[in-house]
Each structure stands twice: as structure tokens, then as C-alpha cells.
């Protein structure tokens, strides 16, 4: 082996110990069965190939419907939520789980204020006017959500949901772009370095055989 062909050699090897690494805290199928609620469709899961497929095709719905569902007001169903998706548009199981990390809760107040703020802004440009949410509101609106004390401000409660929900998937479609435009990129460097490989590889073993033809088999 050349030294080009064991520098790619090597790089392919690094890509995929880093990549086992970040996927350690998230479902494999070695491990979906330790997940509550997931290991009752572990069998299930081991069964379909598509949600552990990195290629592109299942990767990029997954990145896309992650960075959706991690903004929307679902928090404390993400990861359930995120095995049924994986199901129905044959996406990567991991990527999904992995995006609800993004959601957490340092961050999600933040997330659901400015997703309720892009949905009023949305709303508003169409004609339709919802009332901006000051603290008093929003305390109350956790301190119901805790509780389930709902009382007379579902009505409320539920407007506030759809008009976050609503933000949650303008905000999540544009940074599912950026991210899906980003593997895309990775994705076909990652394979240019195989296909690179493999032909440096294939490049030689001809040179090899075409020498042991041109000199002929020794005689003794």
C-alpha cells in the first residue's frame, strides 16, 4: 500500500471512530432497548434498516423533521415523537434523536418565545393579529402547563400553541436547509475520499498484475 493510499486509508477509519463517538449517548441498535418507551418496538426497530442509514436519502428527511420537531412545544415527547417520524418518512433514528438535544431546559423558553414570535409575525402579515405575550402571561401559561391547571385560559393556552407551533416550523425548515446543505456537502467529500481510495487501490493491483504478465512466470 502507497503512502496516499494509507493517508486515505487512514482518514476513512478516523471519520468512523468520530462518528461512533457522537453516536454513543444516541439509540443504535445495540442499545434502543435500554430507551424507555423504545424498547418496546426495540425488535421492530432492529427490523428496518432505513432509520439506522446514514445515507442521504434517510439522513436528510431526519435532519429536516428534527429540527422541526425540537422547536416545537412538544417538550418531554421529542424522543417518541421522533421514533414514529423516523418510521414514517424512512429517516434516520439517531439524527432525529440527536436534534432534541438542541431543546433542552436551559434553552427552551427562548426557543418557544422566539418561534411565538415569528408566528405572530407570519399570522400578521396575512391579516390576522394575535396579541404579543408579556411575562405575566407567560408565567401563568408554565405555571398551568406544570399544574394542568388549565381553568378558563385553555382557549388561550391553545392559541399560544399554534401560534408557537406555527413559528416552530418556519424556524425549523429554514435551519433544517442550512444543516441538510451542509451533510450534503460532507456526504459527497466523504464519498469522493472513498471512491478516491478505491481507485488508487484498483490503480495498483493493475500495475501489480500487468507487471507480473509483462515479466512472465520464473523458470526454474
Given amino acids: 500500500?502507497?503512502?496516499?493510499?494509507?493517508?486515505?486509508?487512514?482518514?476513512?477509519?478516523?471519520?468512523?471512530?468520530?462518528?461512533?463517538?457522537?453516536l454513543r449517548p444516541l439509540p443504535r441498535r445495540t442499545n434502543i432497548h435500554s430507551y424507555?418507551?423504545?424498547?418496546?418496538?426495540?425488535?421492530a426497530a432492529r427490523k428496518r434498516t432505513y432509520i439506522w442509514s446514514f445515507r442521504v436519502e434517510n439522513a436528510v428527511p431526519a435532519i429536516y423533521a428534527g429540527s422541526i420537531l425540537?422547536?416545537?412545544?412538544l417538550y418531554g415527547i421529542q424522543v417518541p415523537s421522533a421514533f414514529l417520524l423516523a418510521l414514517l418518512l424512512r429517516a434516520n433514528l439517531p439524527i432525529l434523536v440527536g436534534l432534541q438535544v438542541v431543546s433542552n431546559?436551559?434553552?427552551?423558553?427562548?426557543i418557544w418565545f422566539a418561534a411565538?414570535?415569528?408566528?405572530?409575525?407570519?399570522l400578521s402579515v396575512i391579516g390576522l393579529?394575535?396579541?404579543?405575550?408579556?411575562?405575566?402571561?407567560?408565567d401563568l401559561l408554565l405555571d398551568n402547563f406544570i399544574y394542568a391547571a388549565w381553568g378558563d385560559k385553555f382557549d388561550n393556552l391553545a392559541t399560544v400553541f399554534s401560534v408557537t407551533?406555527?413559528?416552530?416550523?418556519v424556524?425549523?425548515?429554514?435551519?433544517?436547509?442550512?444543516?441538510?446543505?451542509?451533510?450534503?456537502?460532507?456526504?459527497?467529500?466523504?464519498?469522493?475520499?472513498?471512491a478516491l481510495l478505491r481507485c488508487k487501490i484498483t490503480e495498483r493491483k493493475f500495475k501489480t498484475q500487468s507487471a507480473f504478465h509483462k515479466e512472465g512466470p520464473t523458470n526454474d
Avoid: C
Fill in 36 to 43: 424507555p418507551i423504545l424498547k418496546f418496538f426495540a425488535e
Fill in 165 to 169: 407551533s406555527l413559528g416552530a416550523i
Fill in 1 to 22: 500500500m502507497t503512502v496516499e493510499e494509507s493517508e486515505l486509508n487512514q482518514t476513512k477509519w478516523r471519520r468512523i471512530r468520530r462518528v461512533k463517538k457522537w
Fill in 116 to 122: 411565538y414570535q415569528i408566528g405572530q409575525m407570519i
Fill in 105 to 110: 431546559p436551559l434553552t427552551i423558553l427562548p
Fill in 129 to 138: 393579529r394575535v396579541d404579543p405575550l408579556n411575562r405575566e402571561e407567560v
Fill in 171 to 194: 424556524m425549523g425548515i429554514f435551519f433544517g436547509l442550512i444543516a441538510s446543505f451542509a451533510y450534503r456537502i460532507v456526504a459527497n467529500r466523504t464519498a469522493a475520499s472513498y
Fill in 70 to 73: 425540537t422547536l416545537m412545544p
